[in-house]
């Protein structure tokens, strides 16, 4: 096992695989940079600080909700993009075996789920904020709101929906070979309907943690990945639901 993960990880070294780490990689970037402090957002002389300042500032038009659609297909990107990469190096692995693949599609399709994604989340913000349960900033301003959120994300945690979508997630050979006759670009939507069905519950705990708390998202990141992993993820899974559930009783015990 040890051995053929790490002739997967020294394969994973061609131009497409590092255009790919660039992709996520500046991902982060432009994130670092509209979430850093004030301080240092008015210190930018690239852009002006007004630009970084004003792009993550939520504001009740189209050009807002736009905003917000690019902030969170960066968001799904940064974050989402490293969860797939053992999928995409077990398609790779396909193509070694003298099957056609395209890795361009399947990372289009996959990527492409989740532009609908924020598509959709940006229009939650929208309308969260409008209820005035967000800032500008789109942080919860309701203690309700915080606890409803981890309520969600701790009981779809236990799932039987979460639990099918991960199995495939941890055994991407298995579910590629299933669909391989589909091609590529809807093998790569597969994929991320199924990343979707994983991980849509924690992704809006961002409303809670922070839209633009690099932290929050740094720390998701890490827990994401490692809920996927094949031997070591099915330990997670039931104790994060759980923590997630301690802590909204907690916040809503806090607002009695």
Known sequence: ????????????????????????????????????????????ALYGAGFWRDFCTLTPDAAGYLRMVVMWALMSAAMMAPTALPAL????????????????????????????????????????FQAGLLTVFGDSQSAL??????????????????????????R????????????????????????????WALMLLAFAGGVMNLAFMGLATVFMVFEKLPDLGRYATRPRGAALLAGSAVMVLNTL
């Open 89 to 128: 190096a077990a398609y790779e692995d396909i193509g070694h075996t003298g099957a056609e693949t395209r890795f361009a599609q399947l990372v289009a399709g996959y990527l492409g789920v989740w532009l609908g994604f924020s598509v959709a989340a940006a229009a939650l913000q929208l309308l969260l």
């Open 1 to 44: 096992m040890k051995a053929k993960l790490a002739q997967g990880i020294r394969g994973m070294g061609g131009w497409h695989w590092l255009a790919l780490y660039a992709a996520i990689l500046a991902a982060w970037a432009v994130l670092y940079a509209l979430s850093a402090p004030a301080a240092l957002r008015e210190a930018s």
């Open 145 to 170: 709101l915080s606890a409803a959120l981890l309520l969600i994300a701790g009981l779809y945690q236990f799932s039987p929906m979460k639990e099918a979508c991960l199995s495939k997630c941890r």
């Open 172 to 199: 991407p050979l298995i579910f590629f070979l299933q669909h391989w006759d589909e091609g590529a670009l809807r093998n790569g939507i597969r994929l991320g309907l199924v990343c979707l069905g994983c991980c």
